[in-house]
């Protein structure tokens, strides 16, 4: 069927035609002035304080057409530390301390490295899962793309030669994605809640490794949608559990009475990659039964 004969096609220029034919308009004092510019390419436009909830469709909507475009259907999110050091790099940690307080601190970094090779592990299981009969994937390892634990997950997917996704966020000091993080899918964010939205919108299970305020922050918050609720369970790994039982007393927040026994059920403690995946596939096993 010819152009002419497919009536659902549009007839007006499309929006980058437009755009192109804008570039050639005659200059004068008009087409130069910032009224006359094109409102979806007039930037200081798009960044008035007015266009707010316009940029938060658009943050919301770009990464979700990629995404499906790139023929996603489900994520293995993995949080983690920015700061622990892959174990080749540990022990300039502990080279770089000055004092007595830097020493203890970068030996308990250091003792963690070998998380950075657990996550590694994991997003190489988890990148083995094949593509269904359409050509979608689920189990798409997705981090924040920063370093360390973030690094590990994008690097374990490069590793078996699969797709990984970062999602990075604008922050005032130098960011840039990991290297690992395969460059059609590494998006960047203003919103850190249309990030964390992100996050979960395709998760099909969420690993957590030890870290600070950004990881508990999306942690509690995932948490805290299932025990409302707000969104229906998914398996939650949180490795360490050394670690999680020193930072957070879980069993005092059952004793005073502001969550309940049955909350503590919602999450798994492991220690390996293995122990985790195992977790993840006995959940969807049952789920399938």
């Known amino acids: 069927m010819t152009e002419e004969k497919q009536p659902h096609r549009s007839r007006f220029h499309k929006a980058k035609d437009d755009a192109q034919f804008a570039k050639q308009a005659v200059s004068t004092p008009q087409t130069q002035d910032p009224a006359y510019r094109l409102a979806f390419q007039d930037t200081e436009f798009l960044l008035r304080e007015d266009l707010r909830p316009v940029r938060f469709q658009l943050e919301l909507l770009k990464p979700e057409l990629l995404l499906n475009e790139a023929k996603i259907e489900s994520t293995l999110v993995i949080y983690g530390s920015a700061r622990i050091p892959a174990p080749d790099a540990a022990q300039a940690v502990l080279d770089a301390a000055r004092t007595p307080e830097e020493t203890r601190i970068a030996e308990r970094l250091a003792a ?28 798409v390892v997705c981090s924040g793309g920063g370093p ?69 922050d999306e942690t509690f918050e995932l948490l805290t949608l299932i025990q409302t609720g707000k969104i229906k369970p998914i398996p939650i790994v949180l490795f360490s559990k050394e670690f999680w039982t020193r930072v957070v007393n879980f069993d005092a927040l059952v004793e005073e009475g502001v969550i309940s026994a049955r909350d503590l059920s919602l999450f798994h403690f492991v220690e390996t990659a293995d122990e985790a995946w195992a977790i993840i596939q006995d959940f969807y096993a049952k789920v399938a039964e």
């Open 148 to 216: 360390s634990i973030m690094e590990a997950a994008n690097r374990g997917a490069d590793d078996e030669g699969r797709d990984s996704i970062g999602l990075n966020i604008v922050l005032p000091h130098e960011q840039a994605p990991n290297r690992f993080v395969t460059p059609k899918l590494s998006f960047q964010f203003h919103y850190f809640a249309l990030r964390k939205m992100h996050f979960l919108l395709r998760a099909r299970a969420v690993c957590v490794f030890p870290g600070g305020f950004g990881t508990f």
């Open 112 to 139: 963690k490295s070998k998380y950075y090779d657990e996550a590694r592990n994991l997003a190489r299981i988890a990148s083995q899962v094949p593509c269904d009969e359409n050509g979608c994937r689920d189990f």
